[in-house]
């Protein structure tokens, strides 16, 4: 049994030979058992095993070399020029919208339609599909409310105390206000006399901050885990469309009551109506919150809502006038929220007369979005987005005027368009086949879901596999969201995205912390400078503080304390993470599948988790490699040595360049 606690990271390298080293030293997980943060796994899988010593590694590193790092980049970032993958319908098809035909179906359009559509799936779910017929598969995805929704809500930690709301916007104000009123955020300032008076008021501004920076983790780790194992995937990668498009990030909202509220507005507009979700967000506290709209006032417009509305969410640029800008901007004011309730403001809207888009009147915000819907580029936008998303970067004008007067015919209804999309020969054409660059969380949710996990992994942490590759959840980087496609790879992540399953595979439980329960290496000092004897003073100063004491009486407040202290505050009230590696078995996976000559067992992982067809130099070395790990031209028995070799052959897998590809 192997406890792992809250500690600071380690030094650890990530080079191939880091890789070699952790799978020679046999870290194979078995499930979780009981309380968090505790797992179990077998002690080695190759112990005494000839061959694992620093010879092997080396001839492991170079196989992994020749396959990952020399086709890496020329696969990735061309991409989107399309390389047929197999199965890909005819060149003809390309911007052909016409519904793709029952006799044309098979099982690899199926699985192409589950990895855009969704999160791919593990064969038994795409055969799902195969067997039926294309408009029912097309149904049965896009139709989703069809299907039980049996995933249970956001079990929330108890960290909003009486008196927090609203929070404060900063520790200054935190403490003005403690000054004026002799408290804040629902705790007293301290009697006249005492040091440090205003000492609980910062403790519980940095408190809310720490809090509910965590709790934001925990939120997207069960998204995370909706993503995986809900039986609605276009619902789940609708929500993560929209939540891209309607950016909001958690870090300046700083209330995740609010980004759990605007997530399930999203998933429960995903598919409906383009104009409830136009609605819904233009009056969702979170993106009140996000864009300012508070402080858009008759007397002060504020366009920054205005701007974005036009911009980013509904028109595009080029679209509008600086002056639509600022005449809908004012049909927004008043519009603000009561923590996480809209409020309309009738005495701070201006009831005026404004000139927008060509059309004047005292016109409101709900007139602004009439107005919007009826521009032909409002269609236009919305759909191509959605096409760029599901399909491919390039649009054709006459690809792009059908998606729109299909979106326009059914009132901004959005099935009817997602249907039209996923039914097309286009959506099966050459270039929409396996030339899509996967996000982050589609690569990692997509991996867990071809593993056939049934619970998501928490080591590693799901939000460090993410944000590690620039997709942070609840925390765009901008209200532009994520650009998507080939900003996705970079000279920072490509290597990582083709290490990324490492750790996956190879667990390090003794060297893994908890994100949400490690307090940072400054705070960290701090808290063994106090363990040593030092007063607040002499342990929160920046340097070698052993031989300082000071005598700090004289201090309204400590602000490094209060940052120390919120994290030890949160810890208290924040529901852990439960901790648990990938429930894998390779070798049971293979039986079930039925192979078991390596031929055949190379084959059934390509095909399990490929979109793209691998070379025959790359399957022969593969092949190769498999045999001589395990000494044998198929799988014989069921050991440690065994589940080690179908490990390294399914790592090989996923580095390759092919599997960045959906």
């Not at 790092?69 to 020329?74: Q, Y």
Request: net charge negative; proline share 6%; charged share 25%.
């Amino acid at each position: 049994m192997r406890r792992v606690r809250p500690q600071l990271p380690p030094s650890q390298e990530s080079s191939p030979q880091h890789f070699a080293s952790l799978r020679a030293a046999g870290h194979t997980p078995g499930p979780t058992v009981g309380e968090a943060y505790t797992v179990t796994y077998h002690a080695s899988l190759c112990a005494r095993r000839p061959g694992c010593g620093r010879a092997r590694q080396d001839r492991r590193n170079t196989v992994a070399r020749q396959i990952l790092l020399a086709a890496l980049l020329l696969t990735v970032c061309a991409a989107p020029g399309g390389a047929a993958g197999e199965g890909a319908g005819p060149a003809s098809w390309q911007n052909d919208l016409a519904p793709i035909a029952a006799g044309e179906w098979d099982r690899q359009k199926a699985a192409h339609l589950l990895e855009r559509a969704g999160f791919g799936g593990t064969p038994a779910e795409v055969e799902h599909l195969a067997g039926m017929t294309p408009a029912a598969a097309v149904e049965w995805l896009v139709d989703y409310q069809r299907q039980p929704d049996t995933l249970g809500s956001f079990d929330a930690s108890p960290i909003w105390d009486p008196g927090m709301d609203p929070f404060p916007k900063s520790r200054a104000e935190a403490v003005r206000i403690g000054r004026e009123q002799g408290e804040a955020m629902g705790v007293a300032v301290l009697p006249e006399g005492e040091s440090r008076r205003l000492q609980p008021v910062v403790n519980k501004f940095f408190y809310g901050l720490r809090a509910n920076a965590i709790e934001t983790q925990r939120l997207a780790t069960w998204w995370g885990e909706r993503m995986l194992t809900t039986t609605r995937p276009l619902e789940e990668k609708l929500t993560l469309f929209w939540h891209g498009h309607f950016a909001t990030g958690n870090t300046k909202v700083r209330d995740t009551r609010m980004m759990l509220q605007q997530n399930e507005m999203l998933r429960a507009n995903a598919n409906g109506s383009f104009e409830d979700l136009l609605m819904g967000i233009l009056t969702d506290p979170a993106m009140l919150v996000y864009l300012d709209n508070g402080e858009n006032v008759k007397d002060h417009p504020n366009e920054n809502f205005g701007r974005e509305l036009l911009e980013l969410f509904s028109l595009g640029v080029g679209n509008y006038t600086e002056q639509d800008i600022r005449e809908g901007a004012r049909a927004f004011t008043g519009w603000t929220n009561d923590v996480l309730a809209f409020e309309f403001d009738a005495e701070q809207h201006d009831f005026g007369e404004k000139t927008f888009l060509g059309q004047t009147g005292p016109f409101d915000g709900g007139d602004i979005i009439r107005i919007i819907l009826e521009q032909p580029a409002a269609a236009e936008f919305v759909s191509g987005k959605l096409y760029r998303y599901f399909v491919r970067e390039e649009l054709a004008e006459s690809v792009r005027a059908d998606l729109a007067a299909t979106l326009r015919d059914a009132d901004y209804g959005l099935k009817p368009l997602l249907t039209k999309i996923f039914l097309s020969r286009d959506f099966y054409s050459p270039p929409s086949y396996a030339t899509q660059i996967k996000s982050p969380a589609h690569l990692v949710v997509s991996t867990y879901r071809k593993l056939g996990l049934r619970e998501l992994p928490t080591i590693p942490d799901f939000n460090r596999l993410v944000a590690g590759l620039g997709q942070t959840l609840f925390n765009p980087p901008n209200v532009a969201g994520w650009a998507g496609g080939r900003t996705w790879v970079t000279p920072a992540t490509l290597l990582q995205r083709g290490n990324l399953f490492r750790d996956v595979l190879y667990p390090d439980t003794d060297g893994f912390w908890a994100p949400d329960r490690v307090v940072p290496g400054i705070y960290r000092q701090v808290e063994e400078r106090l363990a040593r004897g030092m007063n607040i003073t002499a342990a929160t100063q920046q340097g070698d503080a052993e031989s300082s004491r000071l005598v700090d009486r004289d201090e309204d407040y400590n602000t490094r304390y209060g940052g120390y202290m919120g994290y030890l505050m949160a810890f208290e009230k924040l529901h852990p993470i439960p901790r648990r590696v990938a429930d894998l078995d390779m070798v049971r996976l293979l039986s079930d599948a039925g192979v078991a000559e390596a031929g055949a067992v190379v084959d059934h992982l390509i095909r399990r988790f490929l979109r793209v067809e691998l070379s025959g130099a790359d399957r022969a070395v593969l092949v190769d490699f498999l045999r001589d790990e395990l000494g044998s031209d198929r799988i014989e028995s069921d050991t440690p040595q065994t589940e080690a070799a179908l490990r390294a052959l399914l790592y090989l897998i996923l580095s390759t360049p092919e599997y960045q590809l959906a």
